[in-house]
């Protein structure tokens, strides 16, 4: 059961199926916060789907239950649609998915390790309909989007990595959906932000740092997120 957040909601219930109850009371905002959080698991892990529904949703797939289990619990309680990260595929059925998409590319599947896959899911929310304008034919980082520390945060816990060698740290982040131009940008962003510097890499779609700048970035960041606190 969850309770309307909406000031102007007279009936002060619990709701069972919130979102029917938002299309009708009105759908709460999102708060900055919120949102920034929202928007770095976005530029990683999470996908928005494309249907006929006047608004739509957004999915976070991972192996990683305790990092979906935060997600569930830093999010508001009204946005995401269970108490628990739900069980998306089983190590077999997702051993049997992995294979087939492996060997289509040819990869040698048997020496790769399969995991028990979950899902986080949100309502459909109005604020979803504008963050659909990340996709063309594919998911693609947004050409004008100002970077904060959540975001960066939770870009960098969906993509990047963080390296020991010795007594130095080497962090990076790996994206797909960059492309040469807005890799470059976004690098610039993080330099601004972040107040690191960076090196980038468009031929592999790295954002890397040295090990100074590692330290820094880290700093940066904050508290590191459950489940992905060995990027730290």
């Known amino acids: 059961m969850v309770y309307c957040p909406n000031q102007n909601c007279s009936s002060g219930k619990d709701y069972d199926r919130i979102a029917r109850h938002f299309s009708a009371c009105g759908y709460p905002d999102i708060d900055d916060k919120h949102l920034s959080i929202i928007k770095g698991v976005l530029m990683g892990d999470a996908t928005i789907g494309c249907d006929n529904s006047r608004n739509q949703k957004m ?18 309680e009204w946005l995401i649609t269970t108490e628990k990260p739900q069980l998306f595929k089983s190590k077999k059925q997702a051993q049997a998915s992995g294979e087939d998409f492996l060997s289509d590319r040819n990869y ?18 109005p604020v979803f309909n504008e963050l ?3 996709y063309s034919d594919k998911k693609e ?3 004008k989007e100002n970077l904060n520390r959540n975001i960066i945060k939770y870009w960098f816990v969906c993509d990047g990595n963080t390296q020991t060698k010795g007594r130095n740290k080497y962090s990076k982040i790996a994206s797909k959906i960059a492309g040469d131009e807005k890799l470059k940008e ?22 890397s740092m040295d090990s100074e ?16 606190e060995y990027k730290w």
């Not at 999915?59 to 508001?76: I, R």
């Not at 040698?108 to 929310?125: L, N």
């Not at 932000?193 to 980038?200: D, E, F, L, R, T």
């Open 186 to 207: 976004y690098g610039n962003k993080i330099e601004t932000v972040a107040k690191v510097s960076v090196n980038v890499n468009t031929q592999n779609g790295i954002i």
């Open 108 to 125: 040698d599947y048997k020496s790769y390790s399969f995991s028990e896959q979950y899902r986080v899911r949100t309502i459909r929310h």
């Open 213 to 228: 700048n590692t330290e820094k970035f880290l700093r940066f960041l904050g508290e590191p997120v459950n489940g992905f």
């Open 132 to 134: 659909r304008g990340w």
């Open 141 to 143: 980082l947004p050409k």
């Open 59 to 76: 999915t976070v797939y991972s192996t990683n239950k305790e990092f979906l289990q935060h997600l569930v619990d830093v999010l508001p």
